[in-house]
Nanobody, 115 residues
Framework: QVRLVESGGGLVQPGGSLRLSCAAS????????MGWYRQAPGKRRELVAAITTGGSTNYPDSVKGRFTVSRDNAKNTVYLQMNSLKPEDTAVYYCNAHYSVSDYWGQGTQVTVSS
């Protein structure tokens, strides 16, 4: 069992930056592939970044070059640095921990990009 708590969301102007954090507890953090997903109103939840146990990363084209995922295994925390934010990045962002057939989710944090 893993408990995930996201933080760092908020309101930002277009072109601005935010850094999201996800603190994990309850299990061995280093065994999990960590991901960030987002869900906008009326849309499906989509992956925006993932980082493997070895540190390899993956991004969809929509955020590549603007978002960076990282993990600090000593702090059991994964981060999502978001730069050059656009209004279409507005969504609830969720942290995910994946291992074998198990998936765990945080409660989500709202990111709003608006002038």
């Amino acid at each position: 069992q893993v408990r995930l708590v996201e933080s760092g969301g908020g309101l930002v102007q277009p072109g601005g930056s935010l850094r999201l954090s996800c603190a994990a507890s309850g299990s061995i953090f280093t065994r999990y592939v960590m991901g960030w997903y987002r869900q906008a109103p009326g849309k499906r939840r989509e992956l925006v970044a993932a980082i493997t146990t070895g540190g390899s990363t993956n991004y969809p084209d929509s955020v590549k070059g603007r978002f960076t995922v990282s993990r600090d295994n000593a702090k059991n925390t994964v981060y999502l640095q978001m730069n050059s934010l656009k209004p279409e990045d507005t969504a609830v962002y969720y942290c995910n921990a994946h291992y074998s057939v198990s998936d765990y989710w945080g409660q989500g944090t709202q990111v709003t990009v608006s002038s």
